[in-house]
């Protein structure tokens, strides 16, 4: 059977100036709203006022919030700007303009009830008579215990405290909460005793039987008498070694999230923890107590999953610095603002994927006069790629002392044969020109450089190699060609090539040959910047999967023919 969707936390009415109103359901958080669900936006409004991120609704201390995330001109809640700000029903909030869009926030009727209920509750708690004394100890437990769960105390003390209340109300003799492991079995992580002691959590062994019997019903289990109980828990070893009677687990579970592929249905609730509670003795629980226990089990489950949250949110903020600080240390490997050289105009453009990535360029002189270019592509993308990248970079900086590029590319090939656990192949390509036009090159499974020559595209060469690290042993041969004034090199990654459209059609060598030849008395920069125009009207917005690279390289000979630049 489908799994049914989840209740809906609020609902948002969207009032447009110019078209149909909508009417969309919370039903997980925190939920984004801006410009555009590309930008993971689970309420994506088409307004050129809107941000592409433009707020978050999310869980605070007393209920939901609505936060500012990015909108250019602000958000105001009932006519005021805003920060963070609680959310009440009724609620009007409007992205900055007075005549974008307004939405309105509503609770559900039931919450609405609620909210009601527990307004009542507080008006009740001092006049019960005393005929409902558990009762109202119960009420004042779980009063008690909601106001210290959005309170500001540390995450264990809140918890601690939450274990403790549940005690009391069962009359337990000892109390915990389990969390999952990274394998996913359950370990205790906070464990309390009758009187409010803290207890050793890796000392406590609680009933695997009655936790697994809670885990697959996906409910609470109460059970007043474990020897009334199903045969498997009256005589699990735990039960009968602890002389245990009575025992409750509450599992506690996350909001359902919507799946991935943003269709209707919902993915499983997350199996947060479990709140554990056994005694060696009988007991017996009220319909109130059942609800208490239950309400303070929603409690915590919410505590738990907004931990969860934060703490991902934290982790992807930490991830995130360090990407932009590895982008920084590639990017700094990079040559910025090439600059052309005696004979020679040089112009380059690097486009990660992702933060880092595989791709490498560099141009440089070397002691003899003659100027080195090279260009090269790990194999894969993102961190691991570029890792390997800033290896190469420091290996072929021994070029500008004149290393031989033949041994050079020996010995790298030898290097990454010899690390077989770096996974990594590499192609490349490395030329040494000269003031005559002279041009000794070395490739290494990478794609020809593209020469024009007098308004003509050809291939610098149709011979293959392969790629560093790919055969030990392998032995790499320099050629020779002589350039004419004018000749312009297009040197590149497959990540032009292999760029693909909505369709996942491929742009391809012979595309890129017919741009690169309708730009034959183009500068440098042009050229440049017309092949990138291409590659992007030809995927049409289509989010790339490589890295893009490119370098071009024109010779003019000593009177400066063949030197038209920028």
């Known amino acids: 059977m489908p799994e049914s969707s989840p209740a809906p936390i609020a609902f948002l009415d969207v009032a447009f100036p110019d078209r149909a109103a909508l009417n969309v359901p919370i039903t997980e958080l925190p939920f984004f709203v801006g410009r555009g669900q590309e930008n993971g936006n689970h309420l994506s409004i088409d307004d050129m006022r809107v941000s592409r991120k433009s707020l978050v609704i999310a869980t605070g201390p007393s209920g939901l919030v609505v936060e500012d995330y990015g909108q250019r001109e602000g958000i105001f809640v009932n006519g005021e700007p805003i920060r963070v700000q609680a959310l009440a029903h009724g609620d009007r909030i409007r992205f900055g303009t007075d005549d974008a869009c307004q939405i309105i926030f509503r609770l559900p009727p039931e919450a609405i009830a609620q909210e009601e209920a527990e307004s009542k509750l507080r008006n009740i708690l001092g006049s019960m008579g005393d005929n409902s004394a558990d009762e109202l100890n119960g009420l004042k437990l779980l009063l008690e215990a909601t106001s210290l769960m959005h309170s500001q105390l540390p995450l264990e003390s809140v918890l601690s405290a939450m274990i403790d209340h549940a005690i009391v109300i069962t009359n337990a003799d000892r109390g915990m909460l389990l969390e999952p492991d990274a394998a996913g079995d359950l370990q205790v992580k906070i464990a309390r005793g009758r009187d409010?002691?803290?207890?050793?959590?890796?000392?406590?062994?609680?009933?695997?039987?009655?936790?697994?019997?809670?885990?697959?019903?996906?409910?609470?289990?109460?059970?007043?008498?474990?020897?009334?109980?199903?045969?498997?828990?009256?005589?699990?070893?735990?039960?009968?070694?602890?002389?245990?009677?009575?025992?409750?687990?509450?599992?506690?579970?996350?909001?359902?999230?919507?799946?991935?592929?943003?269709?209707?249905?919902?993915?499983?609730?997350?199996?947060?923890?479990?709140?554990?509670?056994?005694?060696?003795?009988?007991?017996?629980?009220?319909?109130?107590?059942?609800?208490?226990?239950?309400?303070?089990?929603?409690?915590?489950?919410?505590?738990?999953?907004?931990?969860?949250?934060?703490?991902?949110?934290?982790?992807?903020?930490?991830?995130?610095?360090?990407?932009?600080?590895?982008?920084?240390?590639?990017?700094g490997l990079v040559p910025q603002g090439l600059r052309d050289y005696p004979h020679f105009s040089i112009a380059g453009l690097h486009q990660p994927c992702n933060e880092v990535g595989g791709d490498y360029y560099d141009v440089f002189p070397l002691p003899d006069g003659r100027l080195a270019v090279l260009i090269a592509d790990v194999a894969g993308k993102g961190l691991g790629a570029a890792l390997v990248t800033t290896m190469l970079a420091g290996a072929l900086s021994g070029m500008t002392l004149g290393a031989d590029p033949v041994k050079v590319f020996n010995h790298l090939n030898q290097f990454l044969c010899d690390r077989a656990a770096v996974a990594r192949c590499v192609t490349m390509f490395f030329g040494l020109f000269d003031s005559n036009g002279a041009l000794e090159f070395v490739s290494a499974g990478h794609p020809s450089p593209l020469m024009m020559r007098g308004g003509r595209v050809s291939e610098l060469y149709s011979t293959g190699s392969l790629p560093l690290g790919l055969l030990e042993g392998e032995s790499y041969l320099s050629t020779s060609i002589q350039l004419a004034p004018g000749d312009t090199l297009l040197l590149y990654t497959d990540g032009i090539t292999e760029a693909e459209d909505k369709d996942r059609q491929l742009f391809q060598d012979e595309r890129l040959k017919q741009v690169f030849s309708q730009y034959r008395d183009a500068s440098l920069q042009d050229l440049q910047n017309g092949i990138v125009r291409a590659i992007e009207k030809f995927t049409g917005g289509t989010s790339q999967s490589d890295d893009v690279t490119l370098l071009v390289v024109r010779f003019s000979d000593a009177r400066g023919r063949g030197s038209q630049i920028a």
């Open 196 to 331: 409010g002691e803290a207890l050793i959590p890796e000392e406590m062994n609680p009933s695997r039987s009655v936790l697994g019997s809670a885990i697959d019903l996906e409910a609470a289990v109460v059970n007043e008498d474990l020897n009334l109980a199903e045969m498997n828990l009256q005589s699990a070893q735990s039960v009968v070694m602890q002389l245990l009677r009575s025992s409750v687990v509450i599992p506690l579970y996350g909001t359902p999230r919507r799946q991935a592929d943003h269709s209707m249905a919902f993915t499983r609730r997350d199996l947060l923890g479990a709140v554990y509670l056994d005694s060696k003795r009988t007991a017996t629980f009220s319909a109130l107590d059942r609800q208490i226990l239950d309400a303070l089990g929603a409690q915590a489950g919410s505590i738990l999953e907004n931990a969860r949250l934060i703490e991902r949110e934290r982790e992807r903020q930490r991830l995130e610095q360090e990407l932009s600080i590895a982008r920084e240390i590639q990017q």
